[in-house]
């Protein structure tokens, strides 16, 4: 019998090798232990009181299943959807919220450890907020911009700010069907308020306003924290950055950041290479002190300084495992419990940091934005501190990946036509003349269910190949990162001939990391960009775009494909269905929000269904947009157009021919 593969990365397979054989439990072992039970796993569970928990199972369970209350399974099958897209919602909003308050607490100079870093992005944020930028001190801007936010988050009525950023043809499909969201704290209560026992009964209702409440994730606290880290940190360019567990250094300290929010994460790269710092690292017998990543707090400050990701979710316990790691710290979500335990077994601290987010095990250190510094170096201290406990035990294992990452959306415009014809002209064009087929939005998850990564590289490998241009975020990213994915000659070597010649023509990689989780918000300015820019569709709906999620497990994924959905693009799931019970429930989720949103919610666990059922969607938009018909090789006159100007600074500033690597004037705002 062949040995059950876990992960598909060779290192973390190693790692995991060499933890069976030293006793150790990881979320490998865990998944082949905990079989999911079938009923929850399709949707067939109810919980919400305590009559139940029913199980809506039986043949044909979709007519005949009732719960104790009557409830069909359509409707406890939409009924936990909605609670998944309102979970995940509220982990990206409230994470947003909290961006908003330290904006508030910069510009009104309650915080020195913060300042504004993009006064640009600042700017055009109050453009899109109708607030007065120009004559006014920047503070005042700033605030404006953090009240108008934390406003979006209480709004009892009419509608949050940004849905306005979305092509008019998307939003009045939202207004037809009225799912336009009013606060974002309004519309999950609301969304917990309908599931409780004996409310919202009728499936679609539910699942109407599940699009509602995702797009409160979306265009509110999703976009809204994208836009506040840009602004307080920078928006990002192309960077230098490393993937996988050969970021680990045996001779220095290794501290690793580990969860979502970038706010403490920045100031700890702030202050990590002070000198006072170093030589505190220096007096415990390290040569330095190494900073790395995981998850999305990495994706963070990997776009804007280069800080190397030591990889995704289901890296956390194989890079404790290493035994390399002095201190792991983490703030909110995809922060596995398990690390307290496992990191018992080596000299690892774990330091928790948010007053959310507690763990037994774990050393609490409470960041707060008004004692940021102090606690950022409570941490590199307790990280030096431990350094000469690092004993031989751990696996060891290192090796790395070069990468680039830091595309935004406005580094994305500024690449296709310098600073003054910054535009998504040259992509549309590529398009629409068959050299690039179409774009997929690669993100979620990797997950212990399936080979871990295994999906993402198989995905984007064929994807490639078929002149697709894929933009990823979160652990995807990571995933692709660990992989040795995100280079330039990925295209050389893996792309089909139109998307290679797009690639080398501006000097990108054919995958693009956009960010962390969060940032998937910026896949949606960027269809929305294409849309205004012309030629393709003149709404979200309808463009040659797929989102694809292959590996996921968290609620925030479940959020993020909803309204990605509801914004007019068809995503695909991998895995089997939280929904699958129910064949009304899955026709609403896909048939029906096509035809109403151009968008649709698929789960498909095998990766070449998966595959083909996204191509499929590409080219159906393409013939319905009446475009050349895809074929390898042959395309029409248009021309790839990269202003020479761009091209000579992104030439300048990089190792790899054409790739662009920091250090570009600042892209317009
Ligand atoms: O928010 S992709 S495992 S780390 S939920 Fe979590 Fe999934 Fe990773 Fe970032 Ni997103």
Redesign the pocket.
Known sequence: MNKPIKSAGTSAEEIIEWGKNHDMETCFDRAEKMKPCPIGESGACCKVCHMGPCRLVGKNAEKEARGVCGATLPTVAARNMLRMIAAGTAAHSDHARDMAFTLLAVANEEVKDFKITDVKKLYKVAGLLNIEFEGRPVNDVARDVAETFIEDFVRQKGAINYIKRAPKKTRERWEKWGIVPRGIDREIVEAMHRTNIGVDHDPDHLLTHGLKVALADGWGGSMISTDISDILFGTPRPIKAEASFGIFKEDEVNLIVHG?EPTLAEVIVDTVGEPEMIEYAKSKGAKGINLGGM??TANEILMRHGIPTAG??TNQELGIMTGLIDVMTVDV??IMPAIAELSKKFHTKVVTTSEKAKMQGAIHIEYNEHRAKEVAKEIIRLACDNFPNRKTEGSHITKKFPLIGGFSEEYIAYMQGGKWRASFRPLNDAIIAGRIRGVVGL????NPRVASTGIHKYIVKELIKNDVLIVST???S?ACGAAGYLIPEMALENAGPGLREVCEAIGIPPILHLG??VDNSRILTIVTAMAAEGGLSEEIGGMPAVGIAPE???E??IAIGAYFAASGVPVIFGGESPVGSSEEVTKIMTDVWLERFKGAFHFEPDPEKMLQMALDYIDRARETLKLRKYEPGKFGTERVLMDMAARRELEKHTAVPHAGVGGINEPEG
């Not at 993100?443 to 990797?446: E, L, P």
């Open positions: 979502h998850c999305c995704g979710f979500q995809c993100a979620g998850c990797d979160g652990c995807g990571a962390a989780c996921w497990m968290s925030k994924a």
